[in-house]
């Protein structure tokens, strides 16, 4: 049976990565919108939707392209960024490496290779893009080794549950970007549109829904759709799926049924946008909840010396 | 046609590859021919070749340097050693032998110390011997085995004689880069590996797991092990993750493991509490019990001594075994050899001067531009010092270290080590290089084919260890028709 440590450092590896792979989605769905935009572009959103806002105006970062870049993807301080993201899933799979296929480590060593080679060069669009690519790709691969070639038991679960909280904890953050007003005027469809495609979703939304792009379709789709795999809907689903193949899961799985209950009762795409920004608060606060759970019930005692 | 190893200066040493600088041993002139028919390009496009696979999959060793850790790349050289299969079927006898008498001796060392009474060895060396761990009188583990993993250091000297340079019983490391070395080499030379017998490494884990399974209390049918590490910081967790991975082992560590009221151990699982039988560890004795050991030992369980003495835990290598892991009885060994087993020793050891003996310090003393002194209990090639290059200052300073606890050194002959090609930039010199085989002794005995090689790379160095810049080499033990 699986080590309580194990469990927590296949978790910590699997959010990590799914944090990092949101991430470059984010910052290169902003940096496509960006190329769109008529005004001076505010570079300010993608900072704040992931929650660092604090952080970055403790720096006394203008939001520049360059800053705001920076900061998101190489600062290694930025707890975060890109970099700090795959440096803290490597750290975590090679405690736990002996438990998966060598590709899934060798895929982790690319990332963190990738991101050695290309230290500062990201901040240019160019190469942005690219390089972005690279990213969600390889951690897509590592997604498919995971799929194709790790056995079901424990670590399959405990990495299932740990990338589906993390997506829809991103999932939320991404949408909370047009409930705080300011954002690219919050309601254009260009920028829901933009938000489909920071979650690859755009082409599933029009096959699923077939017509036009209102807010309130779209924040359906991304709030309770259950058959898109990027969906808060979907995640808890599957969480649930995942727990029951754990051993002692009851409580958690308990827990997680009823917040999947009570946010198709929420029913938050009949909300107003600021009614939904403090939806998607609570929802956040739910999550983690959640983890503290998973962490209390599953997880070894933290150290006390 | 002297090709690649036209001016290749292999005096005044023995080479493991050319006899001369145009004839290559037999076992070697498959590789030597291959070598000789690829210009320069071409091997440095297999060199490269070799770097690139060895970063896809992440061999790295850890090395501490500036208050941090950092991984580096495993420093794998393009040229192999090899060995003929009949002179290593010898010393597959002569280690067997010798990990034989030592687990006689440590059994002995707990039990009555019959070699003392016996006057075999001195008892002021066991008073004085910082691994001699009282808590471990009067067990007796499976077997009376006690040093169920060995890698002893082997060299060859200028006349071509292979001898023992130390025995490693406390936790020695290496055993992961063989098996990697021999994975990146098939990568890199396939046709070689088709085109002769080069006897396969690759079954020591299978046999490191019948070897720790033969250690588990007698009435488990399947028995639980597991592979204790320090952690991700230990300089050879890439191992310990390695081996744990390959037997199919958890891998934990101490705060993982707890030993409960009915004196048995368990590790801590998501299912709740899972009864361990086999603890394969890699961290000291220092550290193993804070019940028993150092009590500031956060690494350790509390309580595995007493589940060990108990009989309800193994532990491999079993405490105290390091005893005999001591430079000073290291000294001793041909005489043990005799005493245990009746038999003379099949692997010479090399000459070694014991300081605890007035006479032999004496001469220690007045040839210290000439030897290479050890302390007793060092591992790594820390805490040496190497005469002929040493200053008079670096002599004094020993020579008073020496005086004040002359138990504690031993000093031996510069050996001129044996040479092998090795690739610095784009041509081939000779480098130094010792051997490490692993034995492993359980129910059964089983050695490495070959063992894990190092070299020194800098020119004229004979300082193997990854931690201090040395690299390594595959080693093939080839039949070239010779063994049997």
């Not at chain 1, 995971?146 to 997506?167: M, W």
């Not at chain 1, 082409?203 to 789709?221: A, H, I, K, N």
């Not at chain 2, 002021?124 to 085995?145: I, K, T």
């Not at chain 2, 008079?392 to 270290?401: D, G, T, V, Y």
Request: proline fraction near 6%; hydrophobic fraction near 40%.
């Amino acid at each position: 049976m699986m080590l309580s440590r194990v469990g927590e450092q296949l978790y910590w590896m699997s959010r990590y990565l799914e944090r990092m792979d949101n991430t470059a989605r984010l910052i290169k769905a902003t940096t496509q919108q960006m190329l769109d935009a008529r005004h001076p572009a505010d570079w300010r959103a993608p900072v704040d939707i992931l929650g660092a806002g604090t952080l970055f105006d403790g720096r006394e970062l203008a939001a520049h392209e360059s800053t705001v870049m920076a900061f998101l993807i190489d600062d290694a301080h930025q707890p975060g960024s890109i970099r700090a993201c795959v440096r803290a899933a490597r750290e975590n799979a090679r405690t736990v490496r002996e438990l998966l296929p060598t590709d899934v480590w060798e895929g982790i060593n690319e990332l963190h290779g990738v991101m050695r080679d290309d230290f500062g060069t990201n901040t240019r669009r160019r190469r942005r893009l690219d390089f972005l690519r690279h990213l969600i790709a390889t951690n897509q691969r590592i997604n498919g080794i995971i799929e194709g070639t790790l056995s079901h038991g424990p670590p399959y679960h405990f990495i299932l549950l740990a990338r589906l909280l993390e997506r829809a904890d991103m999932t939320s953050r991404i949408l909370d970007k047009h409930t705080t007003g300011e954002v690219d005027n919050g309601g254009s469809p260009d920028g829901w549109m933009n938000t489909l495609h920071a979650l690859d979703g755009y082409l599933m939304y029009r096959q699923s829904l077939g017509v036009g792009l209102d807010p309130r379709s779209v924040v359906r789709f991304l709030m309770l759709d259950p058959a898109f795999p990027r969906s808060v809907r979907f995640c808890l689903r599957h969480m649930g799926d995942a727990l029951l193949a754990l051993p002692r899961s009851a409580p958690v799985l308990a827990e997680v049924q009823r917040l999947d209950r009570r946010h198709v009762e929420a029913e938050p795409h009949r909300l107003a946008l600021g009614a939904l920004h403090d939806y998607i608060d609570q929802l956040q606060t739910e999550l983690a909840d959640i983890h503290g759970l998973i962490a209390r019930h599953y997880f070894p005692e933290p150290l006390t010396c | 046609m002297p090709g690649h190893f036209h001016g290749y200066q292999n005096h005044p040493f023995h080479d493991e590859m050319l006899s001369c600088p145009v004839t290559p041993r037999p076992a070697a002139r498959p590789l030597f021919d291959t070598l000789q028919g690829m210009d320069r390009g071409a091997i440095s496009d297999r060199s490269r070749a070799l770097e690139a696979a060895i970063d896809a999959m992440g061999i790295t060793f850890t090395v501490y340097s500036e208050g941090q850790n950092i991984d580096r790349h495993w420093p794998l050289d393009l040229v192999p050693r090899i060995i003929e299969l009949g002179e290593w079927q010898q010393i597959h006898e002569g280690l067997c032998q010798r990990v034989t008498a030592l687990n006689h001796f440590i059994d002995d060392l707990y039990g009555e110390q019959a070699a003392v009474r016996d006057g075999i060895l001195p008892a002021e060396l066991l008073a004085g011997s910082r691994n001699f761990r009282e808590p471990c009188r009067g067990v007796r583990p499976a077997y009376g085995v006690w040093a169920h993993i060995c890698g002893s250091d082997l060299v060859r000297d200028e006349h071509g004689i292979v001898r023992v340079l130390e025995d490693n019983l406390r936790v020695p490391s290496g055993v992961s880069y063989m098996l990697e070395n021999r994975h990146v080499m098939k990568r890199i030379f396939p046709e070689l590996f088709a085109n002769q017998t080069i006897l396969p490494v690759d079954d020591y884990c299978s046999q490191l797991l019948d070897t720790l399974g033969s250690l588990a209390p007698a009435d488990v049918a399947s028995p639980e092990i597991v592979v204790l590490t320090p952690g991700i910081y230990n300089s050879a967790y890439f191992e310990h993750s390695y081996l744990a991975q390959q037997m199919g082992a958890e891998l934990v560590e101490g705060r993982d493991l707890f030993v409960d009221t009915d004196d048995c151990l368990y590790m801590r699982t998501i299912a709740g509490p899972a009864r361990v039988d086999v603890v394969y560890r890699r961290i000291d004795d220092d550290f193993l019990d804070p019940e028993v050991f150092r009590p500031d030992s956060t690494l350790g369980v509390a309580g595995l001594m007493r589940a060990w003495r108990a009989g309800n835990v193994a532990i491999a290598n079993a405490p105290g075994a390091g005893v005999a892991d001591d430079k000073v009885i290291y000294a001793f060994m041909p005489e043990l050899i005799r005493y245990y087993l009746g038999e003379s020793p099949r692997l010479a050891n090399v000459p070694t001067w014991r300081c605890l003996y007035p006479d032999e310090c004496d001469y220690v003393l007045d040839h210290l531009d000439e030897m290479v002194v050890k302390p007793a209990n060092e591992s790594g090639g820390y805490g040496m010092l190497v005469g002929p290059r040493s200053s008079n200052e670096m002599r004094r300073q020993f020579a008073k270290l020496i005086r004040s606890d002359p138990r504690n050194y031993i000093a031996q002959p510069t050996l001129g080590l044996s040479t092998v090609p090795t690739l610095v930039e784009d041509r081939f010199e000779p480098r130094h290089v010792d051997l490490r085989p692993f034995v492993l002794h359980g129910r059964r005995q089983h050695v490495t084919m070959g063992g894990l090689s190092r070299v020194a790379l800098p020119r004229g160095s004979l300082v193997v260890n990854s931690s201090q810049g040395g690299g390594s080499k595959d080693t093939w033990v080839v039949d070239a028709g010779g063994g049997s």
